[in-house]
């Protein structure tokens, strides 16, 4: 069993940036991905970034490319969102997850594609 741990989140005005960590409990061959979505009142959570875990493969959602940057460090077992130029938009519950099924565009996009799931750290941007 995985646990994530999610922290940094808190409230900025917007332009500002914020800097997420998600750690992970175990080693890192347990799963093959990692992503972070994110859920705002009454939406459906969406995909914000995924990583592969060998750092070969790094997606971004079109709202966040430029201004978000996921990275991880393999040794501490764990990742980050680097968000700058935050919007009102931005604002939501950010969680992080990890998977194991075989890397694709269309599998880390998907939030049934994760098998662990972190508790959310909130991010608030206001205008």
């Known amino acids: 069993q995985v646990q994530l741990v999610e922290s940094g989140g808190g409230a900025v005005q917007a332009g500002g940036s914020l800097r997420l960590s998600c750690a992970a409990s175990?080693?890192?061959?347990?799963?093959?991905?990692m992503g972070w979505f994110r859920q705002a009142p009454g939406k459906e959570r969406e995909v914000v970034t995924a990583?592969?875990?060998?750092?070969?493969?790094?997606d971004y959602a079109d709202s966040v490319k430029g201004r978000f940057t996921m990275s991880r460090d393999t040794a501490l077992n764990k990742v980050y969102l680097q968000m700058n130029s935050l919007k009102p938009e931005d604002t939501a519950i950010y969680y992080c997850a990890a998977g194991r099924r075989p890397y694709t565009e269309a599998v880390v996009r998907t939030p049934t594609s994760y098998d662990f799931w972190g508790q959310g750290t909130q991010v608030t941007v206001s205008s």
């Open positions: 175990v080693r890192t061959f347990t799963y093959n991905y």
């Open positions: 990583i592969r875990w060998s750092g070969l493969n790094n």
